[in-house]
């Protein structure tokens, strides 16, 4: 049974930082695209960032591009966000995706096979 298990969410201030981890069990996802996403209340779930199998071409959103990274420890199929210079319109319930089927529209959610369950992100002001 393939788990995505996010974990690291919690409670910041702006300004702040969080880092997220997303443990991968039952596959490895070896070759594949993984990727964050996040869905604030009452919003739709919109992309974040993905990151191909090697860490060497990453994407972000342009509402995070120069303060989260992406990154992914393959020896450990897990990957990571690190969150810096938090915001209160950050907050939102964030996930983990892997394994989209086509990498050229691996910024749309539908795209993907799998998913974790989300971990909360609050940022107060």
């Known amino acids: 049974q393939v788990q995505l298990v996010e974990s690291g969410g919690g409670l910041a201030q702006a300004g702040g930082s969080l880092r997220l981890s997303c443990a991968a069990s039952?596959?490895?996802?070896?070759?594949?695209?993984m990727g964050w996403f996040r869905q604030a209340p009452g919003k739709m779930r919109e992309f974040v960032a993905h990151?191909?199998?090697?860490?060497?071409?990453?994407y972000y959103a342009d509402s995070v591009r120069g303060r989260f990274t992406i990154s992914r420890d393959n020896a450990e199929n897990t990957m990571y966000l690190q969150m810096n210079s938090l915001k209160p319109e950050d907050t939102a319930v964030y996930y983990c995706?892997?394994?989209?089927?086509?990498?050229?529209?691996?910024?749309?959610?539908?795209?993907?096979?799998?998913w974790g369950q989300g971990t909360q992100v609050t940022v107060s002001s």
């Open positions: 039952g596959r490895t996802f070896s070759g594949s695209i």
């Open positions: 990151i191909t199998w090697s860490g060497g071409s990453t």
């Open positions: 995706a892997a394994d989209p089927v086509d990498w050229r529209i691996a910024t749309s959610e539908s795209a993907y096979n799998y």
